[in-house]
């Protein structure tokens, strides 16, 4: 069955960094395209970037700050977060989505980021 597995997440200080990392098992990776969302408290969930075979794409507010990239032979999905401010504090999830079949999607299950002094 489908797994995917989010880790990297944490408490960190204003303009501190992290890196996320999104593990997938039981699909055929390269051929699915991946994004992160991000919830927070009161807050719907939103597209925060997205990464298909090699091209990516930010929502406004992220980008200069977050890079995300890809390791098919490794089946993971990295979000490096650079420069953090507290509006990013969220619940982070993983979204892979078959680009041809786009109803073969799964999500994590989230990892918290709180940035706070």
């Known amino acids: 069955q489908v797994r995917i597995v989010e880790s990297g997440g944490g408490l960190v200080q204003p303009g501190g960094s992290l890196r996320l990392s999104c593990v997938a098992s039981?699909?055929?990776?390269?051929?699915?395209?991946v994004g992160w969302y991000r919830q927070a408290p009161g807050k719907q969930r939103e597209l925060v970037a997205g990464?298909?075979?090699?091209?990516?794409n930010y929502t406004d507010s992220v980008k200069g700050r977050f890079t995300i990239s890809r390791d098919n032979a490794k089946n993971t999905v990295y979000l490096q977060m650079n420069s953090l401010k507290p509006e990013d504090t969220a619940v982070y999830y993983c979204?892979?989505?078959?680009?041809?079949?786009?109803?073969?999607?799964?999500w994590g299950q989230g990892t918290q980021v709180t940035v706070s002094s």
């Open positions: 990464i298909s075979s090699s091209a990516t």
């Open positions: 979204n892979i989505r078959n680009r041809i079949f786009t109803t073969f999607a799964y």
């Open positions: 039981g699909t055929i990776f390269r051929n699915y395209d």
